[in-house]
């Protein structure tokens, strides 16, 4: 089983910036394709951004996009999420995703195979 934990969250005024990062562990790492969703309460859980394997092919959700950036590092097995000019509606829990092949859709949550737990962002003064 591979396991995802986010970290990095926490609080931080509107049009700050935060960084949010996710380890995976377990099985020896394959060539997942790694996501960012996010969650506000009594809200669904809605996609953020993917990245390829590479890091050739990246989408972004447009609420996000010129905001927030997604990378990973392959050699440390971890997806990061560096997100400027944080807005108050940007307030949710954030999970990591892995997705065995590239998904179809990139916001399509069941083309992803393994989650995190989530990490709180919160977007106030």
């Known amino acids: 089983q591979v396991q995802l934990v986010e970290s990095g969250g926490g609080l931080v005024q509107p049009g700050g910036s935060l960084r949010l990062s996710c380890a995976a562990s377990?099985?020896?790492?394959?060539?997942?394709?790694m996501g960012w969703f996010r969650q506000a309460p009594g809200k669904e859980r809605v996609f953020v951004a993917v990245?390829?394997?590479?890091?050739?092919?990246?989408y972004y959700a447009d609420s996000v996009k010129g905001r927030f950036t997604i990378s990973r590092d392959n050699a440390q097995i971890t997806a990061y999420l560096q997100m400027n000019s944080l807005k108050p509606e940007d307030t949710a829990v954030y999970y990591c995703?892995?997705?065995?092949?590239?998904?179809?859709?990139?916001?399509?949550?069941?083309?992803?195979?393994?989650w995190g737990q989530g990490t709180q962002v919160t977007v106030s003064s």
């Open positions: 377990g099985r020896t790492f394959s060539r997942y394709a």
């Open positions: 995703a892995a997705a065995h092949a590239w998904p179809p859709i990139p916001g399509m949550t069941r083309a992803y195979d393994h």
């Open positions: 990245i390829s394997w590479s890091g050739d092919n990246i």
